[in-house]
């Protein structure tokens, strides 16, 4: 099969032997596969992959046909379409992946699009609905609101009835973020962000973010923080955290032990696929690669200048 390989920080399209499966796992001939930024972690060494996955391989997410089903397995079969997270190995031809870490494409999802859905919408729905029980008519915040994980934690609050604000470093991306469903699309400016407003925050960035979460975090609100682009270590006044009576809540998909990832992508099932498959969610592309043009894609990730997702197609 054709394989993106990472050689020495650098990516090269190059033949691997398709995968083999154990009992519980699918053989799915990927289509299309969203890029994340982990993925671009990985190519620069800094983000190895677990024991028993490629660690070579990068592609976090995907979207297929199963063409072989382990023993064990009980749901899908050859034939079936479904997208599903790995821990790497994604951006490749064939990918060998746990049953339970799939589910099925909605009808009607064009398979470009469900490629990217699950690494942004199983987190997103996770998040803020099975963690911080989102209600109807909150207030939420996003930061870095124009990756793919912020754009769709922004649809699936809207999906609930909340108001929803975000914010991004880009004056072009509060542009965009406008028609995208943002209602309060915002440049990242620590004083012109709305104090004690958000029942929700959204953290992808962390670093100095997670201070400037303490003041737009309404009295008794969540801060969920996903992401450390921003960085891993910050000071914070705890006084703002005990005094407002708030939740900060680490989450994150990757690293999850499989039951705990396998209920989030039923969870996820259950309440989005429905949605994705009439349209009230409309995941965001920011463009589309064959694989032979991945290197591409990746600089285009990397340049911090995509709305939404980037993905790869592989059935070209
Ligand atoms: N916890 C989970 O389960 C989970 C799941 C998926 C993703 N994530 C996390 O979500 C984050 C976004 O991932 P993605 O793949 O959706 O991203 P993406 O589409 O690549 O977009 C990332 C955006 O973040 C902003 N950004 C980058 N570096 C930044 C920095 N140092 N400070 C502030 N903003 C910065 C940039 O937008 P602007 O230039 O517009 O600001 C950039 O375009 C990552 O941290 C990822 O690990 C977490």
Known sequence: MRALTIRGHRLEVDERPVPSISGDELLVHVQAAGLNRPDLWRVAGGDPAPPGVPGDVPGLEFAGEVVAAGSETRRFRPGNL??????????????????DRCAAVPRGLEMTVAGAVPGSFVAAHDALVTQAGLRRGSRVMVHAVASGTGLAAVQVAKLYGCEVAGTTRSPEKVESCRGLGVDRPLQMSRDELPRDWADVVVDLVGGQYLAIDLDVAAPGGWILLMGTMGGTVTPIDLRRLAGKGLTLRGSTLRGRPLPELAAAVAAFERDLAGPLADGRLRPVIAATFPLEEAAAAYDLLRSNRSVGKVVLRLDT
């Open 82 to 99: 479904v997208m599903g997270l790995t821990e790497g190995g994604g951006h490749a031809e064939y990918v060998a992946v746990a049953e």
